[in-house]
């Protein structure tokens, strides 16, 4: 078990560093209250296709790393209290 344990602690560091880079690199996407203020149009074709860029998957990557991350904090308490 205490292979196991090891393991899990190391991907557990690697998934946390790899979502502390991401989360750094991301641009900040909301306009603020300009953009409400002034009605920012969302129906333009890079709102349909910004899925397919950079940023796009990198909010992807984020949010599958953020589930792994707490997929493995879960793991990891069930696996030091037994």
Same mark, same amino acid.
């Given at each position: 078990m205490e292979i196991v $344990?090891? @393991?899990?602690m190391g991907i557990y560091a690697i998934v946390c #560093?790899? #979502? @502390?880079? #991401?989360?750094? $690199?991301?641009? $900040?996407?909301?306009?603020g209250a300009s953009g409400t203020i002034?009605?920012?149009?969302a129906n333009n074709f890079y709102e349909k296709n910004k899925g397919k860029t950079t940023e796009g998957k990198m909010k992807?990557?984020? @949010?599958? #790393?953020? @589930?792994?991350?707490?997929?493995l904090t879960i793991a990891l308490g069930i696996i030091y209290v037994v």
């Amino acid at each position: 078990m205490e292979i196991v $344990k090891y @393991i899990i602690m190391g991907i557990y560091a690697i998934v946390c #560093l790899a #979502l @502390i880079v #991401l989360v750094l $690199k991301q641009s $900040k996407e909301d306009s603020g209250a300009s953009g409400t203020i002034v009605g920012a149009s969302a129906n333009n074709f890079y709102e349909k296709n910004k899925g397919k860029t950079t940023e796009g998957k990198m909010k992807r990557a984020t @949010i599958i #790393l953020m @589930i792994v991350f707490a997929i493995l904090t879960i793991a990891l308490g069930i696996i030091y209290v037994v």
